[in-house]
T-cell receptor, first 114, second 110 residues
Framework: DGGITQSPKYLFRKEGQNVTLSCEQN?????MYWYRQDPGQGLRLIYY???????QKGDIAEGYSVSREKKESFPLTVTSAQKNPTAFYLC?????????????FGDGTRLSIL | LAKTTQPISMDSYEGQEVNITCSHN???????ITWYQQFPSQGPRFIIQ???TKVTNEVASLFIPADRKSSTLSLPRVSLSDTAVYYC???????????FGKGTKLSVIP
């Protein structure tokens, strides 16, 4: 079945460490997105990529980095500069980057600080 | 950023029709209105999208008045499995970003 796979489902990070969250899609979508969700809140956009080898900052990009070397992959690195990284991270994709295109989401990675 | 306003929560009994209204006063001419559903610890799932008047699919209906400053998601005969958070979204003109608010938490009661 086509879809978006995020791994791992749960991730723990020590203070000062960088961690990378994986996101893979086999939907042949051009655009991919990373969101952060805090308890009881909506989603906030971290980074998005409309096409391979291109990405743009979203509303809360500080302390995060991404790469888009392959169409199907959009990994997110949470760096030590992100002071409050504990959250639920969601990856999504859409056919194109136009905002009227429905986005397909993975089931998320929950990151916690040890 | 584009902003929507929805009720924070709603309760409904099983088998009833549920209507969730969203206001979006600053919607632009080219914007579409989209609704998503999210269960705990899962990613949001696309439900329905519309531009004007009425749209219906196998899951829900979407009603959009002529001025497009609000929209209503209608869920017919809800069941316990419809308990979730429902988000109303639209994009800013020329934007490639979606803005999610806090959504409406729907609780379906037996």
């Amino acid at each position: 079945d086509g879809g978006i796979t995020q791994s791992p489902k749960y991730l723990f990070r020590k203070e000062g460490q960088n961690v990378t969250l994986s996101c893979e899609q086999n939907l042949n979508h051009d655009a991919m997105y990373w969101y952060r969700q805090d308890p009881g809140q909506g989603l906030r956009l971290i980074y998005y990529s409309q096409i391979v080898n291109d990405f743009q900052k979203g509303d809360i990009a500080e302390g995060y980095s991404v790469s888009r070397e392959k169409k199907e992959s959009f990994p997110l690195t949470v760096t030590s500069a992100q002071k409050n990284p504990t959250a639920f991270y969601l990856c999504a994709s859409s056919v194109t980057g136009a905002s009227n295109q429905p986005q397909h989401f993975g089931d998320g990675t929950r990151l916690s600080i040890l | 950023l584009a902003k929507t306003t929805q009720p924070i929560s709603m309760d409904s009994y099983e088998g009833q029709e549920v209507n969730i209204t969203c206001s979006h006063n600053n919607i632009a001419t080219n914007d579409y209105i989209t609704w998503y559903q999210q269960f705990p610890s899962q990613g949001p799932r696309f439900i329905i999208q519309g531009y004007k008047t009425k749209v219906t699919n196998e899951v829900a209906s979407l009603f959009i008045p002529a001025d497009r400053k609000s929209s209503t998601l209608s869920l017919p005969r809800v069941s316990l499995s419809d308990t979730a958070v429902y988000y109303c979204l639209f994009s800013g003109a020329g934007s490639y970003q979606l803005t999610f608010g806090k959504g409406t938490k729907l609780s379906v009661i037996p």
